[in-house]
């Protein structure tokens, strides 16, 4: 099912989906360079990570624009809100080195924002009204 909403409300939730993801992509890139020995690299995961979890605010906001005012569907919105409480817990779950559970959350956390981005630019569709 397509959803249509004004252009402006479906570029406001792409942009910061796709640089949410872009972010979630270089959290795993640096993780992977601090695993194999490189220390200096879990300062830069730390910032970077704070900064995409900054940028999943910005795509909750739009998606929110999308459901209303937007007329578009609901769900963004709460799988949005899902994500910031799964990287609410990364972040809890990274502080305190419990790398058992930190690795595979972040693995999930790829794959919904993978999905999500996915999604505002295969389905989502926007008019010019």
Known sequence: M????PNWIVW????????HLTGVLGQA???GLFVTGDVDL????RNNG????SLLYLQFLAAILLWRPGRGPLWPALASLGLVAAE?????LGQSRVIALHFPLGM???GMSVMFTAWTWR???GNTA
């Not at 704070?50 to 979890?53: D, E, I, Q």
């Not at 609410?88 to 809890?92: D, G, K």
């Open 88 to 92: 609410t817990v990364q972040v809890v």
């Open 108 to 110: 999930a956390i790829f």
């Open 12 to 19: 406001s939730l792409r942009v910061p989906a796709t640089a």
């Open 29 to 31: 890139v640096l993780a």
């Open 2 to 5: 397509t959803s249509t909403s």
């Open 50 to 53: 704070g900064f995409t979890h």
């Open 42 to 45: 879990l300062a830069w995961h």
């Open 123 to 125: 389905t989502l569709r």
